[in-house]
C-alpha cells in the first residue's frame, strides 16, 4: 500500500476517534450536570422540610408562634400541603422537582409559593405554612 494512502487512513481514523470521544465526553458532562442540578432540588426540597421541621417542633415546645426563614441562591417554586413539600427548580430550560414527605404530626397548609426566600410560620397546634420572606426597606 502506497505510504500516502496510508497516512490519509491513519489521520482519518484518529479523527473519527476523536470525535467519538468528543461526542461521548460532552454527553458524560451534559448527564453530569443533570444529575448535579437533581441533587442540588433534593437539596432544597430537604432543607425547606428542615426548617418546617425546626419551626414546628419549637413552635409546639415553646407554645408560640415561631418564624423561620430558608432562603436559596436560586429561584424556586414550592408547593406544601398535608405533610409535603415539593420544589421544583429550572436548569438548563428544564424544570426539575423533588418531594418530601414529613413522617411527624406536622401539617403543611396549602401553599403555593415561589421565590429564592421563605418565611416558615409554625402554631403550637402543629401546623405551618410556607409563604413568600417579604423584604424590608433599606
Same mark, same amino acid.
Given at each position: 500500500m502506497d505510504?500516502?494512502?496510508t497516512?490519509?487512513?491513519?489521520? %482519518?481514523s484518529l479523527l473519527a476517534s476523536g470525535s467519538a470521544f468528543a461526542s461521548t465526553s460532552a454527553a458524560f458532562w451534559e448527564r453530569a450536570g443533570t444529575m448535579m442540578a437533581e441533587c442540588a432540588v433534593r437539596g432544597m426540597a430537604f432543607e425547606m422540610a428542615a426548617g418546617a421541621a425546626e419551626a414546628t417542633s419549637e413552635a409546639v415546645q415553646s407554645g408560640t408562634v415561631v418564624k /423561620?426563614? &430558608?432562603i436559596f441562591?436560586?429561584? +424556586?417554586? $414550592?408547593? +406544601? !400541603?398535608g405533610a409535603s413539600? /415539593? $420544589? &421544583? =427548580? %429550572?436548569? @438548563? *430550560?428544564?424544570l426539575l422537582n423533588a418531594s418530601v414527605g414529613? +413522617?411527624? *404530626?406536622i401539617d403543611l397548609q396549602p401553599s403555593r $409559593?415561589? !421565590?429564592? !426566600?421563605? /418565611? &416558615?410560620? =409554625?402554631?403550637? @397546634? *402543629? /401546623? +405551618?405554612i410556607?409563604? =413568600?420572606q417579604e423584604v424590608e426597606g433599606i
Open positions: 505510504r500516502s494512502v497516512t490519509i487512513i491513519l489521520i %482519518a /423561620t426563614c &430558608v441562591s436560586e429561584e +424556586a417554586l $414550592v408547593e +406544601a !400541603s413539600i /415539593t $420544589v &421544583v =427548580a %429550572a436548569f @438548563n *430550560g428544564r414529613l +413522617a411527624c *404530626g $409559593v415561589s !421565590s429564592s !426566600s421563605f /418565611t &416558615v410560620t =409554625a402554631y403550637p @397546634n *402543629g /401546623t +405551618a410556607i409563604s =413568600a
